[in-house]
């Protein structure tokens, strides 16, 4: 499942943002800082726990490490263009109990790890109390390190992942804030589009709720 897009909005030097986000399957921490009148970097955390199936039967679990360094400008008072370079690893893995004990001789679990990098450009209005940003994350995502042997819709996961290693992603996102002019309520909508494979299993949309603070030097 995707992650949440940081989009720090930062406009200026000595300014930061910090996000806690997240929803019933994912909670993550981003932050981002100015470094000068033309660059920022961001750095983001999440740890992933979804929902297990409806039946009890199946769970799995990760967590995502990212950096990214990027450019700003300010286009006029109210509106910023930004866009960042990422680069992130983590680790997923998904057990089903059921699935070990209806195929005799397996664990009904699968682990990999992952790597991710890509560019996020965005565009951003900004007012006081309320905020409106547009971003798209294009990432190339590699799996790597697969271990287990869960068989899930009579198909063998690890064969099924060992041929879906690498992916092409075009994720656009819409994020919303309100509130005060340092702490605002935050909402994101996410769109996942595998171009390698829209088949691919994996979530294809995000709907994220968090806080985010604003401060400045």
């Known amino acids: 499942m995707p992650n949440t897009q940081n989009v720090p909005a930062i406009s200026g030097k000595g300014e930061g943002s910090l996000n806690l986000a997240g929803n019933d399957n994912q909670v993550e921490i981003?932050?981002?800082?100015?470094?000068?009148?033309r660059t920022a970097v961001q750095l983001?955390?999440?740890?992933?726990?979804?929902?297990?199936?409806?039946?009890?039967?199946?769970?799995?679990?990760?967590?995502?490490?990212?950096?990214?360094?990027?450019?700003?400008?300010?286009l006029s008072p109210v509106f910023l263009f930004d866009t960042y370079g990422l680069l992130g690893f983590g680790h997923m893995q998904n057990h089903f109990p059921a699935s070990a004990a209806e195929n005799p001789g397996t664990s009904g679990k699968i682990s990999?790890?992952?790597?991710?990098?890509?560019?996020?450009?965005?565009?951003?209005?900004?007012?006081?109390?309320?905020?409106?940003?547009?971003?798209?994350?294009?990432?190339g995502l590699q799996y790597s390190g697969i271990s287990g042997d869960l068989i899930f819709s009579s198909e063998d996961q690890h064969r099924y992942l060992t041929q879906n290693q690498t992916h092409f992603l075009v994720e656009p996102a819409f994020t919303i804030r309100l509130g005060l002019q340092k702490l605002k309520l935050q909402a994101q909508i996410l769109r996942s589009i595998n171009v390698t494979d829209e088949g691919f299993r994996q979530e294809k949309a995000l709907l994220s709720l968090g806080i985010h603070y604003h401060f400045e030097k």
């Open 44 to 74: 983001n955390s999440g740890y992933f726990s979804p929902a297990s199936q409806k039946n009890g039967e199946g769970t799995g679990s990760g967590f995502l490490i990212e950096g990214g360094y990027g450019y700003y400008k300010p």
């Open 112 to 139: 990999a790890y992952m790597f991710r990098f890509g560019v996020q450009p965005g565009i951003h209005l900004l007012t006081k109390y309320f905020s409106v940003s547009f971003s798209s994350r294009i990432a």
């Open 30 to 37: 981003q932050g981002g800082y100015g470094l000068s009148d």
